[in-house]
């Protein structure tokens, strides 16, 4: 049975830097690309990064582009969280693609979410 | 970006009744369009995808329709376990989220 679950959330300064990891388990996990999505406090989905089965295309959403990374290795895939403002601050959720192609299709399998609190 | 807007904001109704979620695209998404049940204080579930197929154990009485920019999810005779928030999905290099419909009783 696949399962994720992310690690690195925690309280850190506007500007300040963190970095998420999520480790896949449970299924051919070079298969399939691999999405953060997030949640802020009392609000709804909103996607944030993929990356291809082998890494060779990432895609950010508008919010974050040029501040977060999306990267994986092994089993893990990581967002790398740079320039980080209070509205960043939100609950995140790694999730599977249930494809494994060359864009962003549908999360089959979520984590339950590691959360991230910008504040001074 | 494509936007979706869901109607309506709060449904409210009793077990045993018909739950119709709506989704509208800002521009046509063909069937490319997924759904999503999410309970208080956990992950999403994918329920639909590509605008009317069941996910992978999903139940029967969960069914989508539509195409290009209506869609529309239907749970048929609804369960408590049914009361939660439904997101839909747009597919394609930037996915977006509609802001949610929230069944409750």
């Known amino acids: 049975q696949a399962q994720l679950e992310e690690s690195g959330g925690g309280v850190v300064q506007p500007g300040g830097s963190l970095r998420l990891s999520c480790e896949a388990s449970g299924y051919f996990y070079t298969t399939y690309g691999m999405h953060w999505v997030r949640q802020a406090p009392g609000k709804g989905l909103e996607w944030v990064a993929f990356?291809?089965?082998?890494?060779?295309n990432k895609y950010h959403g508008g919010a974050v582009r040029g501040r977060f990374t999306i990267s994986r290795e092994s089993s893990k895939v990581f967002l790398e969280m740079n320039s980080l403002r209070p509205e960043d601050t939100a609950v995140y959720y790694c999730?599977?693609?249930?494809?494994?192609?060359?864009?962003?299709?549908?999360?089959?399998?979520w984590g339950k979410g590691t959360t991230v609190i910008v504040s001074s | 970006e494509i936007v979706l807007t869901q109607s309506p904001v709060i449904l409210s109704l009793s077990p045993g009744e018909t739950a119709t979620l709506s989704c509208r695209a800002s521009?046509?998404?063909?069937?490319?369009l997924g759904w999503y049940q999410q309970k208080p204080g956990q992950a999403p579930r994918l329920l639909i995808y590509?605008?009317?197929n069941r996910a992978t154990g999903i139940p029967a009485r969960f069914s989508g329709s539509g195409s290009g920019t209506d869609f529309t999810l239907t749970i048929s005779s609804l369960e408590p376990e049914d009361f939660a928030v439904y997101y839909c999905?747009?597919?394609?290099?930037?996915?977006?989220f509609g802001q949610g419909t929230k069944v409750e009783i």
């Open positions: 990356i291809r089965h082998d890494g060779s």
């Open positions: 521009q046509s998404v063909r069937s490319h």
């Open positions: 590509d605008a009317s």
């Open positions: 999905q747009h597919r394609s290099n930037w996915p977006t």
């Open positions: 999730a599977k693609d249930d494809y494994g192609g060359n864009f962003p299709q549908y999360m089959d399998v």
